[in-house]
């Protein structure tokens, strides 16, 4: 049976046009164990959420979205090319959670005024 978390991992990576080999390569693990957790094989390990979620651009609770039409929105804002390194991934998460950061903040000062 494959699990909400599985399923939002493949849609997420597939939608975006990034291989498993090269989402391999940016959270530090083989292929074949992007493959496995993207098939519900083994249990994705806490340490890689924040990782999906930074590439992806979402938070990390979006990866547990049930709502596709919440996923579909998500995908929308994300960015896509064509060729994509190792460094460019880490490049892409590392300015993704400078942004979701600031809008979280940006969010929180703008409740308390």
Excluded at 60 to 79: C, G, Q, R, T, V
């Amino acid at each position: 049976m494959e699990t909400i978390l599985a399923k939002n991992l493949k849609d997420f990576r597939t939608k975006l046009g990034f291989t498993q080999a090269q989402l391999a390569k940016y959270l530090g693990i083989t292929r074949e164990e992007v493959s496995y957790y993207e098939n519900n094989s083994r249990s994705v390990p806490l340490d890689l959420i924040p990782k999906y979620a930074n590439l992806f651009g979402v938070d990390e609770y979006d990866l547990y979205e049930k709502d596709s039409s919440i996923n579909k929105l998500n995908l929308a804002f994300a960015f896509r090319a064509n060729e994509i390194s190792s460094n460019d991934l880490e490049v892409i998460a590392n300015f993704r959670k400078i942004a979701l950061n600031y809008l979280k903040i940006k969010n929180i000062l703008a409740q308390n005024e």
